[in-house]
């Protein structure tokens, strides 16, 4: 069903799958499921075809139909680059025929009929096996969350606090609510465990004991099926043991998906946006590798995400057997949402839960002003960069030619004029056009970092909200189980144990927040220092160039 | 009446008086006498008012009536800041009355209705005299110059060398073609001589004996009639002597008339433009007061506009009687126009007509291409300061500002964030606010005064099509006496007198050539230059402001 929208901000087609939209402008979207942040639609010229889905508010909210089929995600999903089904306005023939290939999006072609392997390209040879990749588990999204809450429930005993009638809320669908409820039945064979300690600014994860970096280099073209099938394949080495392993998006996209299912209550940074069109162009390339290794750098600086297993197998399986075997474990990995509360050690330490509470709503009230202005930076590093390679670009190049035309009058008549004056003037354009060029190439060196680094944590803090969301629940729950008890219509020890559940969540958020902080102080400092030191050797050089040019002029 | 024009290039109005202009569109044009390089007229939205002379491209040719009665000015005339009668349109009351102030487009304010005295400002008192400047010789646009051509010419006894029926052409206008052919008698008491000598480059002005400077300064509010009337005046100190004068634009705008009356042949430097609106903000008087340094440097570096004696009584005269007796002297001058022709010395030496018409050719190439080049860069660097006041300012206060805003953000949560980095952050938006302003500043140090220098050349090159004619009517005539010397219907000695005189107008045009070479050779130097060192600094600055906020970030 198509629905209305205006476009937030003006964008200009590049591609002629993408249609341009003016600011204010009134737009027909043919389906508001944004695939790769692209939505399709129809401008007010009538014209048809792909626009940023950031760039437009959608005036009519989504249909039932599309919230109960395909919008469920796990806390955490991506507002952008999400990986629910796309419409079927840019699905691809074979997709549309019931055929689900996790990595279509980012391998497919017109010509492109074969399906995908699932192996992974850690070993020197493809292996050519035309296993549908249809286990269910890789289907996160046909497959909601929600049936595995409602088969939590309806085993339970009969606990008298109330559930969440919104079945949709972040609190129910990760499984906290149940937590919470001590409806999460311990299981004997808890293997993991993260520990959660008092640090000097609060609860904070216990530092990882193995703590490791993990480089990603050499996108490199790859085809299979006689070069029906073609992909980037990424160099990806974990200082455990410097030995490299090859992976594809389509693996860092299954790790991801595992990653939402699992972590309830922590931040799991996004993937970088996926792409339907000049996937293999070489700044798009270019662009994903350099976002792949900051999201690499947020997985592996995190303590809890980098000591899950699946991530483990991630880095280190090199072969096509202990691959499969790996993922369908990480698959059916247990300890996930609900079960994934079960395995925190938290401080003995006394929390007033109210305290908790209101660190919280300060934290809700920072992520939200940090978000505007993240947002705020992005579009005008985006502007910017825009300006650079049109506006600025374009000034300093129309300097440059009319000077060189100055020196050309001035060839006109050879027995006047010096030569020498003719050519410093002449190479005077040619230095403006020249900077024109620097002004359009600085982007590479500065504003395109800014933006990685923003986008990373647009999609972090994007986040934060349904994780905040967790412990609101769970407190509400606390007060509701405690009323309860007052009441006398459930016992002290029900309502204490919903409290001690709710200090879980509450250390949790907080280990999690404080995480948050300690990684932005690091990663503003860095960006901005790297900014700067680009943009102060940008100004040194064409000072330079133009002190080189001045001395031109030199004995004229 | 109105005529039609077509708008060059896009015009955004500033004042209330102006309408902005769209390129490519439709405009009528209520008297394409431009005033003060604006014409009136109104856009196809319907909106009346000014837009600039130089954007328009006028479609429908000037009326007859105005040919004769107002278009006529002397060799040199300028194509904007003319003299001529402005239009009715734009003609304060008290001229469209009949009443011609010379000075009025520089100091008429809506209330004033007091007519000027003509005395200099030299004196430190003013004169109060309310003596109407109605002497005929202040009209030059009213008398027109032909009158005279005619009564020589109605004097002449008989040539048969035919006459130009186009008396509007240069030729004729200036009276170079009465000139040639002889009808100009020499005069007994001719006091002037300007020397002509070969140099490297061939013929060339004799440098003044006597050569100065002079300079500009300290442009002052003045009122009279007890502030009815107000005016800027100048301090003019000429190198001879170090005694200042003080001198208004109306005084500029006297001698410039007698300069393109008397200095046929020479390319008489335009003065600044005249403004009607906004003549007494700051930004206009320091604009004016640097293109006048530049009028006079040209008039001093001129070995033959620097010895004229109306110009020397410009720079001496302190002395109110003795301010009236001299301009009314030069008014009188008879050595103007064809008499001028008669001071000229020229050297000996042969000179081959074919080989001067070449070389004037070939000047005449290089001077079209040079117009066309300093008309691109002028319109290039118009752009740009429009740039940096805008776009540029613009962008880097955005970033600025996005960069506050994420420290304003950072400072929501004090326990977790050092307030060094957030300080940082602070500085450098504040930094980029700062480079903003840097960049809106800027055109103040460099462009402007490019600006200022092609304004110069704009003047002087226009000056040349009409210079050039001189030399191609006084050729024809060579040619067309010669023939008919050749079927006997003159004397050979008509003839050699006819071809002796073009010697005379050739050597002094190749003069003037040389000079205005070696003056372009020298600007254009120190213009490339000043332009270029301005931009080093500031390149350099913004990168030392960048360093300077880099250090923030140290020890974080």
């Given amino acids: ?105 980012d391998d497919w072609d017109d010509s492109s009929t074969v399906v995908d392997d699932d192996g992974p390209s850690g070993t020197n040879g493809h292996s050519h096996q035309s296993l549908h990749s249809n286990n269910p588990n890789v289907h996160y999204c046909a497959k909601p969350y929600i049936e595995r809450q409602d088969s939590i429930s309806s085993s339970r005993k009969g606990s008298m606090v ?16 149940a937590f919470v409820l001590g409806d999460v039945p311990m299981n004997a064979k808890i293997a993991e465990s993260y520990t959660i300690v008092m640090g000097p600014k609060g609860p904070q994860w216990k530092e990882s004991p193995t703590p490791f970096s993990c480089s990603i280099e050499d996108p490199t073209k790859q085809t299979k099926f006689k070069g029906i099938k073609t992909y980037i394949s990424y160099r990806v080495t974990p200082s455990h043991n410097a030995r490299p392993v090859y992976r594809r998006y389509k693996h860092f996209d299954w790790l991801y998906n595992r990653l939402l299912h699992k972590f309830t209550i922590i931040s799991v940074p996004h993937l970088p946006e996926k792409q339907a069109t000049g996937r293999f162009e070489e700044d798009f390339i270019e662009k994903r590798k350099r976002r792949l290794i900051l999201w690499m750098d947020h997985m592996t600086s995190h303590p809890v995400l980098s000591q899950y297993e699946g991530f483990e197998h991630f880095l280190m399986c090199a072969d096509d ?45 920072f992520t939200k002003k940090m978000d505007d202005s993240v947002m705020q930076l992005t579009h005008v590093a985006s502007e910017l960069v825009r300006k650079h390679l049109g506006g600025f670009r ?21 027995p006047h004029g010096s030569d020498a004056l003719k050519t410093a003037i002449s190479h005077t354009g040619r230095t403006y056009e020249n900077i024109g060029e620097m002004f359009a190439d600085q982007p590479n060196y500065d504003l395109f970092h800014m933006l990685d680094k923003l986008s990373l944590y647009q999609g972090l803090l994007a986040n934060f909200p349904d994780i905040i969301n967790l412990q609101k629940g769970a407190f509400a729950k606390v007060k509701e189980s405690q009323r309860m008890s007052d009441e006398g219509k459930i016992g002290q020890d029900e309502a204490d144990g919903v409290r001690k559940r709710c200090r879980t969540v509450g250390f949790a958020l907080q280990a999690e927040m404080n995480h948050f902080h300690q990684r932005r102080e690091v990663d503003f400092k860095e960006m901005m220092q790297a900014y700067l030191k680009q943009q102060i050797a940008f100004y040194q050089r064409v000072g330079q160039q133009l002190e080189r040019t001045l001395h031109r002029y030199d004995n004229l």
Same sequence: chains 1, 2.
């Fill in 1 to 105: 069903m198509s629905m209305k929208g205006k476009a937030l901000f003006t964008f200009q087609s590049e591609n002629k799958e993408e249609i341009s939209i003016q600011e204010n402008e009134e737009l027909v979207i043919f389906d508001n499921n944004s695939v790769d942040g692209w939505l399709q639609g129809e401008n007010s010229k009538g014209q048809k075809g792909l626009f940023p889905a950031s760039y437009v508010e959608v005036t009519r909210p989504r249909s039932n139909f599309n919230m109960t089929d395909c919008s469920i995600s796990p806390v955490g999903s991506p507002g952008n680059g999400s990986s629910c089904f796309p419409s079927t306005a840019n699905t691809p023939f074979h997709m549309q025929q019931g055929y689900y290939d996790d990595d279509d999006w």
């Fill in 162 to 177: 109330g559930r969440n009638l919104n079945r949709f809320s972040s609190f129910v669908r990760s499984g906290v609510e």
């Fill in 321 to 365: 057997k202990q691959w499969k075997l790996g993922k369908r474990r990480a698959e059916k990995d247990e300890m996930m949402g609900a079960n994934f509360m079960l395995t925190f050690q938290i401080p003995n330490e006394h929390q007033d839960l109210q305290d908790v509470e209101e660190r919280v709503d300060s934290f809700k009230t």
């Fill in 394 to 414: 374009k000034e300093f190049q129309r300097l440059g030619n009319a000077f060189q035309n100055v020196s050309q009058a001035f060839m006109l008549d050879p």
